[in-house]
């Protein structure tokens, strides 16, 4: 056999061979791909859940949510939580992202997240922080994250959060430095 046509079957055959490999390496990548691809998605959504005995437990609003296929895990762009206290008055809870996992327990607030009492209930209270995790069968916040909290004449920070929402206790963990400024 002539030299050049052995050397143009076995760069033939060595081409096939690379492109089968090649073929077969991108499906795993593709299915990947599917995989990352949200199972459902709403936009400019409202859900009001509501609790074992039938009343409403919290209030979702936002632009987009989705649900990831394989966790299960729903991932929320700029959500508002509206979240009654004991009296029915709505705290109003929103982010610029949030997360609620497969289990639905808990709601995970991120990125400016900015949290205002009901203003029926005094004293007007905002929170802000970077993190935010709310227990929504038991209607508790917490936050390692640094903290700001503002009320009429009063500035609090600290690191570390817990609040009870259903009865307006907000407690500052530690690092608590405070500014008061009386009101005239």
Same mark, same amino acid.
């Given at each position: 056999m002539n030299p050049r046509r052995l050397l143009t079957w076995v760069l033939l055959v060595a081409a096939i061979a690379s492109g089968w490999s090649v073929w077969r390496g991108l499906r795993p990548q593709a299915q990947a791909a599917a995989d990352l691809r949200p199972d459902y998605v709403l936009r400019?959504?409202?859900?009001?859940?509501?609790?074992?005995?039938? +009343? =409403?437990?919290? !209030? @979702? #609003?936002?632009?987009?949510?989705? +649900?990831?296929?394989?966790?299960?895990?729903?991932?929320l762009v700029t959500p508002q939580f509206l979240i009654p206290d004991a009296q029915g008055h709505y705290w109003d809870m929103r982010s610029e992202r949030g997360e609620v996992p497969a289990d639905d327990s808990r709601v995970e607030l991120r990125d400016q997240v900015v949290a205002v009492s009901p203003p029926q209930t005094?004293?007007? !209270? %905002?929170? =802000? #922080?970077?993190?935010?995790?709310?227990?929504?069968?038991r209607k508790?916040? +917490?936050?390692?994250? =640094?903290?700001?909290? !503002?009320?009429p004449g009063l500035t609090m %920070?600290?690191?570390? @959060? =817990?609040?009870?929402?259903?009865?307006?206790q907000v407690?500052? @963990?530690?690092?608590?430095?405070?500014?008061?400024?009386p009101q005239h």
């Open positions: 400019d959504y409202q859900i009001v859940a509501l609790d074992r005995q039938g +009343r =409403e437990s919290f !209030t @979702l #609003t936002g632009p987009l949510l989705q +649900r990831a296929p394989v966790s299960r895990a729903l991932t005094p004293p007007p !209270t %905002r929170i =802000e #922080t970077a993190s935010l995790t709310i227990d929504l069968n508790l916040a +917490r936050s390692s994250a =640094e903290v700001v909290i !503002t009320r %920070r600290g690191k570390g @959060l =817990e609040a009870d929402l259903a009865h307006q407690s500052l @963990l530690s690092q608590v430095r405070t500014r008061y400024v």
